[in-house]
């Protein structure tokens, strides 16, 4: 799943895309019941486990608000920050955001944060963004959905000239204009990796043309593969025709008996190890480069499923 555009791209791109190989991630925070802050040490203690057990990416998402959604209601913390927490609590895993809510967000804040979460560790963060999709949000902030789509690509392109080690002339200038002729802060060393998380409310064309990766959620296997198939299409018409992942997220509850068969769940599925094993396979058979694996309705303790995916799971994937 690695790719021409690789050798750009910072430390993180490497970590969770590498040749030929499916990786896995874990949403966190991993232990909060739903409304509730997670324990900052627990959640720190779970990283390290994570990372010693080979997972390559730790991800969250950006929730501005307690807004109930499903039925659920999300206490999460700032994403930069607690992405910062976790990235200084571990030495070799990606951190990434799944996903930064872009229209939301002033771009030239939200570089100067990814800029700062990158290089404070060692390159190995990923910017995920969205368009977001809870309409109270964009009430609060001044603006309505419907002009979500527009300005999740001006601040894009702005965000992609702040976050590259080496912009040409058109991103400069973008730049510039954005800020009264200002850096907002010295170039990476690499140019940050910008993955599309959803559907960004744009055309998979375009999303194929400007993201470094675009990650979606779990559906019917079939679905997902048509899906995928559409990408790879969108990815072929361009100049050049590069290769760039596809990221899935998978609701997961892995099972005590190892061989328990697969059933569907919300967003994902229930069974036990061999299951998993198998649809991971396919899954990456189907051109998926990493799954973001969401434990949150996890029966088992989450140490023991990490310790059953790091020596029975993750090694069978390379």
């Not at 730790?58 to 927490?85: H, K, Y």
């Not at 375009?206 to 993201?211: E, K, L, P, T």
């Not at 480069?289 to 059953?308: S, T």
């Amino acid at each position: 799943m690695q790719n021409m555009i690789v050798c750009m791209l910072n430390k993180a791109y490497s970590l969770v895309f590498p040749d030929d190989r499916l990786t896995l991630g874990l949403m966190t925070p991993l232990t909060p019941p739903t409304g509730v802050l997670a324990d900052p040490e627990t959640e720190k203690a779970l990283a390290q486990h994570a990372e010693a057990c080979g997972f390559s990416a730790l991800w969250t998402r950006d929730v501005p608000l307690m807004i109930p959604q499903a039925g659920e209601v999300s206490a999460l913390d700032d994403p930069f920050l607690w992405l910062g927490m976790l990235a200084a609590a571990t030495t070799t895993i990606a951190v990434g955001t799944a996903a930064a809510v872009l229209p939301l967000r002033h771009p030239l804040l939200l570089a100067k944060s990814a800029l700062s979460l990158d290089r404070l560790s060692g390159g190995r963060f990923l910017l995920g963004v969205g368009s977001g999709d809870r309409e109270e949000e964009f009430a609060a902030f001044g603006m309505t959905a419907e002009q979500g789509g527009e300005r999740f690509r001006t601040h894009w392109e702005i965000l992609r000239a702040a976050l590259d080690d080496a912009p040409d002339q058109a991103a400069e200038e973008v730049l510039m204009q954005a800020t009264g002729g200002y850096r907002v802060l010295p170039p990476p060393a690499q140019r940050i990796a910008m993955l599309a998380v959803g559907s960004a409310r744009q055309s998979l064309q375009w999303i194929a043309a400007n993201a470094d990766g675009w990650a979606s959620y779990h559906r019917e296997e079939q679905r997902q593969q048509g899906r995928i198939g559409l990408w790879q299409q969108a990815l072929a018409q361009r100049a050049g025709g590069a290769a760039k992942p596809f990221i899935q997220s998978l609701n997961l509850d892995l099972l005590d008996d190892p061989d328990a068969p697969s059933e569907p769940i919300t967003l994902g599925m229930r069974g036990g190890r061999h299951a998993l094993l198998d649809y991971l396979r396919r899954l990456h058979g189907y051109g998926v480069g990493h799954v973001l694996l969401n434990l949150a309705r996890q029966g088992r303790p989450r140490r023991e499923v990490m310790d059953e995916m790091g020596r029975e799971v993750i090694p069978q994937l390379g």
